[in-house]
């Protein structure tokens, strides 16, 4: 058995796929990947790249360091006996988000998308103009609305740090909360967990931006991501009181 470095890549349907790299005796990298499991099937090596760019490309695409691990011949996995038996999961500080957007609709939902892609950017710079922030220099914003107005279908994926705000984040909720036919929208932090679409539950990604549900009620109102409030006085007077 040789020693690999395992990554993890977690589905928005739930399910996740594997992929190993290590380094040869040669300096040829060697990759292994698969459905998440105990064997890796799948093998491939080359040269001409370092193990460093290849992992860096990987977790561009979402994918998330596991751990060290040993992989024999016939791609099985188990972890090297000098690795320490965990009782208790420590806590994660999240600093960084990992998203994914698999598109394979078709024209017309490409066209829905793209419109709403649009209308929700115009949220977002219209509150943060009220709020007096800064632009976002995020290279997601161009790079999903360049492939939504094409007539392909598009995979993408990147990152989101803290010094881009949390707009980008916001952004891609909404899409991920629009559910388009045929488009898949993942966001994952570090640890590998998915980040779901219920803004009240992410308590930890809006810690990595500090802010509160509160704050950017107005505008996950307005994104789809909150139920807009029930004004009590106001829907009262617009009933008539009767008395019988």
Known sequence: MS????????????SS???????????????????????LPSINTRTGI???????????????????????????????????MLTETPPITVDKLYWHVDCRAGH?????????????LGDLEAWSQAQGLAASDWSGWQRLVDASLGKEAFDLSGQIHREH??????WLMALKQAAFPGVSVGIATESGRD?????????EVLALFDTNVEVLRPLAESLGLLKPRLNLAL???DHTDHWF
Not at 3 to 14: E, F, I, K, P, S
Not at 21 to 37: F, Q
Request: glycine share 8%; proline share 3%; charged share 30%.
């Open 50 to 84: 370092r193990q460093h760019d290849i992992e860096r490309q990987k977790q561009a695409k979402g994918y998330v360091f596991v751990g060290e691990v040993e992989i024999d011949d016939d791609g099985n996995i188990r972890l090297p006996r000098s690795a320490p």
């Open 3 to 14: 020693a690999w470095t395992l990554y993890r890549h977690r589905n928005a349907d739930g």
């Open 108 to 120: 017309a939902t490409l066209l829905d998308m793209g419109s709403a892609l649009r209308r929700w």
């Open 17 to 39: 796929k594997d992929w190993a790299v290590t380094t040869n005796a040669d300096g040829s990298i060697s990759t292994r990947w698969g459905k998440t499991a105990s064997r």
């Open 195 to 203: 980040v779901s679409a219920d803004l009240k539950a992410e308590t």
């Open 235 to 237: 829907a009262m007077a």
């Open 165 to 170: 705000g949390i707009l980008p984040w916001l």
